[in-house]
T-cell receptor, first 111, second 118 residues
């Protein structure tokens, strides 16, 4: 999992609450990404950031928000507007826009 | 739009036998292609990539993949599978240089579960 950390590993929330997932990297990578993984559906891109203070929506951004105030950090907030938030969330980073390096993931369960 | 197809949900192979995981893609221009492996409740680990050059790419843990432009395929192979190769494998594609693919986005296939039996 390289130099990318995600915390916590498991997260439980009640429906209607916002929750923030942490992603930190010490690889000096410019680009960072958030993916959602559901069983049988592969990975879907939520948001990505190519540089500090800039980020773009991915394919499934509705109900999520991000910030990129520091190069090392790219937190993801799952808002109450996300209709089906229970999933495995993966953060990744890349330096040369080729391969991405992934963190260990956070499994979010909302009840 | 770019896309990746992994036609097999699961591949079963006996230990010591050759392993092949299939991947076909669709993308504008020249593709950049990647294979990743995921063990249970873990992040994805990079295995190998094709950017340009030799169509046969060698990667980590004895894996290799062959880029076939005419068939738009990038199948992952290993000559002799190990029980420890049992995992979920993902193929991914993005458009190459010269194509303004927003954010260098990767598109992933749905994954193929590999089960290697002793």
């Amino acid at each position: 999992d390289g130099g990318i950390t995600q915390s916590p590993k498991y997260l439980f929330r009640k429906e209607g609450q916002n929750v923030t997932l942490s992603c930190e990297q010490n690889l000096n990578h410019d680009a960072m990404y958030w993916y959602r993984q559901d069983p049988g559906q592969g990975l879907r891109l939520i948001y990505y950031s190519q540089i500090v203070n800039d980020f773009q929506k991915g394919d499934i951004a509705e109900g999520y928000s991000v910030s990129r105030e520091k190069k090392e950090s790219f937190p993801l907030t799952v808002t109450s507007a996300q209709k089906n938030p229970t999933a495995f969330y993966l953060c990744a980073s890349s330096i040369d826009h080729y391969e991405q390096y992934f963190g260990p993931g956070t499994r979010l369960t909302v009840t | 739009a770019q896309s990746v197809a992994q036609p097999e949900d699961q591949v079963n192979v006996a230990e010591g036998n050759p392993l092949t995981v299939k991947c076909t893609y669709s993308v504008s221009g020249n593709p950049y292609l990647f294979w990743y492996v995921q063990y249970p409740n873990r992040g994805l680990q990079f295995l190998l990539k094709y950017i340009t050059g030799d169509n046969l790419v060698k990667g980590s843990y004895g894996f290799e993949a062959e880029f076939n432009k005419s068939q738009t395929s990038f199948h992952l192979k290993k000559p002799s599978a190990l029980v420890s190769d049992s995992a979920l494998y993902f193929c991914a594609v993005r458009a190459g240089e010269g194509i303004k693919a927003a954010g260098n986005k990767l598109t992933f296939g749905g994954g193929t579960r590999v089960l290697v039996k002793p």
